[in-house]
């Protein structure tokens, strides 16, 4: 009875401390009151943890049920938690990480064979396995060649955009998959362990002689393995025996064999593997976590996205230096024409997403130009802060927190890892966005696939060949009726011409 009596009163000065930080956090933090205003979250809750951070155990990502006015049971999302330590209040951040249950919610189509595999994967402080010598490995690698050259692995979707088809082939081959980069920083700098259930690490001391052979092979080596077709060799007598694949094939051309991915596409697959690999570095959570103080109401999985690949080679925008997609050197602003096409195309996104999601108080923008971000913040009669339009007061066009500086292209080496970090801040805000506007390159396309609305809340804004689409087509049935369209005008366009003659 004494001890009960103990016990009962622990729990409730744990319970009213408990409640009594949160309501001080709250009033401090609009982003945690709304939250628990629209029920997104609520008091009995949030539980504090034995390391003094208080967590939420709802899923952040939850959706409001707007017919009903109750809480959507099957959508998933990351879970909550903001910082109290010494009875002072901390910056709010999100655990962007998701369960494997919710996963399985987010992306209901992944083959049997996932689960297996990533079962059979190296886990934390995973030595024993490295030096097992039955033990062989995959390692999706961004190096070097001739000692000194680093590799062009092209951007950050390039290089992990095979990503679903590796892991296939090493629970094919019964091999363990690993990631490496140095080129242009290591890939732990951007990215970390999502759980210890998988460790894609290479642990210092590790692999050093072969790394270093593979570092020094020629360039036309180098040339010939970004075109390999791995599951056509990988088995033979040669490679078979090699204890490191290791693997730059974004240039590879992999086909859908019968038993990849059991079917199904890439698109289907991609979200569930990179959550179950990756959360944002120490760094990168840094970056996150000052966007989401900025902006009050804030919320993943509440908000839209849009991204311009405004430096595209052949998308007609023009640029101020060659191969400015990859090499930097911006926008040629002051070419009448070419600043108006750049403007018409940045009004148009940012309206292709609110017509995605007409209810977002918030558009994030994502662009390899600073141009696009300081236009529509600043300057578009449409959606800046000074906008005469009344039709977008309640939506604030938002990006990361050095927009007005030009965005730094992986391929663009020997600069400090916090000079790329915008694109790994821009790739996270797409993957927890609620609809995505979506223009030329790959970038959007890899945001989007990880954001679990790849085919229910994705528009395209423009088109290749320059195209701006104001019609905003989603994929399928009206991108395709959009495209049949546009081409019976131009054939219709080319008999009144030749008739004209």
């Known amino acids: 009875m004494f001890q009960s009596n103990i016990i009962s009163r622990y729990v409730m000065v744990v319970v009213v401390f408990s409640a009594v930080a949160v309501f001080h956090l709250i009033q401090e933090n609009k982003n945690i009151a709304h939250l628990i205003s629209t029920g997104s979250t609520s008091l009995d809750k949030i539980l504090m943890n034995s390391t003094g951070i208080i967590e939420s155990t709802l899923p952040l990502l939850s959706l409001r049920d707007t017919t009903s006015n109750t809480l959507n049971p099957n959508s998933t999302g990351s879970g909550m938690a903001f910082g109290f330590k010494g009875g002072e209040e901390e910056t709010v951040y999100f655990n962007y990480t998701y369960s494997i249950d919710e996963l399985r919610v987010k992306f209901p189509k992944v083959p049997e064979w996932l689960d297996t595999f990533l079962s059979s994967q ?32 092209g951007g950050l979707s390039d290089r992990l955009m095979r990503l679903p088809y590796y892991a296939w082939l090493a629970h094919k081959t019964g091999r363990k998959l690993l990631l490496y980069w140095s080129t242009p920083a290591p890939i732990e700098d951007f990215f ?14 590790f692999a050093t002689e072969e790394l270093e052979r593979y570092a020094n092979r020629s360039f036309n080596e180098y040339k ?26 974004n240039l590879a051309k ?21 959550h179950r690999l990756f959360k944002p570095s120490a760094k ?15 919320i993943p999985g509440h908000y839209a996205a849009m991204h311009v690949r405004a430096k595209w080679p052949s998308g007609g925008i023009k640029t101020n230096k060659r191969h400015a997609d990859a090499y930097g050197g911006g926008l040629n602003m002051n070419n009448d024409d070419n600043k108006k096409l750049v403007e018409s195309i940045a009004d ?24 696009i971000a300081t236009y529509l ?20 066009i938002i990006a990361r927190t050095n927009y007005t500086e030009e965005p730094m292209h992986l ?4 600069y400090p890892s916090d000079k790329y970090m915008g694109v790994f801040v821009d790739l996270w805000m797409m993957a927890f966005s609620s609809c995505l506007s979506q223009g030329l390159g790959g970038f959007g396309h890899f945001g989007s696939e990880l954001s679990g609305n790849h085919l229910t809340c994705r528009v395209r804004h423009r088109n290749y060949g320059s195209r701006v689409l104001h019609e905003c087509p989603r994929p399928g049935k009206e991108m395709q009726d959009l495209k049949k369209k546009l081409l019976e005008e131009e054939q219709h366009a080319a008999e009144s011409a030749v008739k004209s003659r």
């Open 284 to 298: 990168l959570m840094e970056q996150l976590n000052i966007i989401y103080s900025q902006n009050p109401g804030l």
């Open 348 to 371: 148009n996104a940012a309206y292709c997403a609110k017509k995605a999601m007409p209810e977002t108080k918030y558009i994030y923008v994502c662009s390899d130009s600073d141009e």
């Open 411 to 414: 391929n663009n080496h020997g």
């Open 122 to 153: 190296p886990v934390a402080t995973h030595h024993d396995t490295l030096n097992d010598p039955e033990a062989k490995f995959i390692v999706m690698i961004c190096h070097k060649l001739k000692g000194t050259v680093h590799e062009a692995c």
């Open 377 to 396: 913040i600043h300057q578009s009669p449409m959606w800046s802060i000074n906008a005469t339009s009344e039709k977008n007061q309640h939506v604030r």
């Open 254 to 274: 992999i086909p859908n064999e019968p038993d990849f991915l059991n079917g199904l596409q890439k698109h289907d697959v991609m979200g569930a593997i990179f």
């Open 192 to 205: 970390d362990v999502a759980s210890d259930q998988f460790d894609w690490r290479i642990p210092s001391g």
């Open 224 to 249: 010939a393995q970004r075109r390999i077709v791995w599951h056509h060799h990988i088995e033979s007598p040669i490679h078979n025996r090699t204890k490191f694949i290791f693997a730059n094939s």
